[in-house]
C-alpha cells in the first residue's frame, strides 16, 4: 500500500456484508495492509438493516474469511463483535465453537 506497515485496516465484516460487499473480495483488495478484524456474521447481504448471526450461520463466508486470512500469512487482532438485544451467550458459544472447528480443518 506504500505506506508504513503500524498504518493499515481494520476490516469490520458486517459493515461490508451490510453494504452489499464480500468480505472475502475486500480482504483481497486489503492485501498488505490488513491488522485487525471486527468478524460478524450477517443473516442477508446488502441489506442495512440485517441482523447478526452466529459464525458460520450468515453471508459474511467466515470459511471464507479464515482461509483468505491464512493464504496471506496474517495475524491478525480478531475481536469478537456480537450486539443483538438479549441472551448473546448461545451464539457467542456457537460462534467460537464454529471458528475453532474452522481453523481445526484449516490446520490439517
Not at 12 to 39: A, M, Q, Y
Not at 40 to 52: F, N, P, S, T
Amino acid at each position: 500500500m506504500g505506506r508504513t506497515k503500524r498504518l493499515g485496516v481494520c476490516c469490520d465484516t458486517g459493515h461490508w456484508v451490510r453494504s452489499g460487499l464480500k468480505p472475502v473480495d475486500c480482504l483481497k483488495l486489503l492485501e498488505g495492509g490488513i491488522l485487525s478484524f471486527h468478524l460478524k456474521d450477517i443473516e442477508k447481504l446488502g441489506r442495512v438493516d440485517a441482523q447478526e448471526v452466529p459464525w458460520g450461520t450468515g453471508k459474511s463466508d467466515v470459511e471464507g474469511i479464515l482461509k483468505e486470512i491464512r493464504r496471506q500469512e496474517l495475524k491478525p487482532v480478531i475481536a469478537i463483535e456480537y450486539e443483538c438485544p438479549g441472551d448473546m451467550l448461545p451464539a457467542l458459544r456457537q460462534s467460537i465453537t464454529s471458528y475453532e472447528k474452522t481453523a481445526a480443518e484449516l490446520d490439517r
